[in-house]
């Protein structure tokens, strides 16, 4: 079983900017990809961002621009930096980890873009 631990949520003005952290503990093996997802209030969960082990990040193109992902292979760690925040980015973010015989999710960290 694979355990995923999120930070670094919390309220930013817009315009600011945030960074997530997600870091991956456990039975980890095989191919496997990391991905953000968000839920905004009222509305269904969406993919953000993802990267596949050994494979470039994909973005929504809400996001394009703005949010860059990383990951360190090292430390089974993706961060997901968050640029020029907007209102509708204001979302709970959750990370995921999958591989095509597991999957794993974070309890979900809030980000409120708010003046």
């Known amino acids: 079983q694979v355990q995923l631990v999120e930070s670094g949520g919390g309220l930013v003005q817009p315009g600011g900017s945030l960074r997530l952290s997600c870091a991956a503990s456990?039975?980890?093996?095989?191919?496997?990809?990391f991905a953000w997802y968000r839920q905004p209030p009222g509305k269904q969960r969406e993919l953000v961002a993802s990267?596949?082990?050994?494979?470039?990040?994909n973005y929504a193109d809400s996001v394009k621009g703005r949010f860059t992902l990383r990951k360190d292979n090292a430390k089974n760690t993706v961060t997901l930096q968050m640029n020029s925040l907007k209102p509708e980015d204001t979302a709970v973010y959750y990370c995921?980890?999958?591989?095509?015989?597991?999957?794993?999710w974070g309890q979900g960290i809030q980000v409120t873009v708010s003046s």
């Open positions: 456990g039975n980890i093996f095989g191919t496997y990809a």
């Open positions: 990267i596949i082990s050994g494979g470039s990040p």
């Open positions: 995921n980890i999958r591989a095509a015989t597991w999957s794993s």
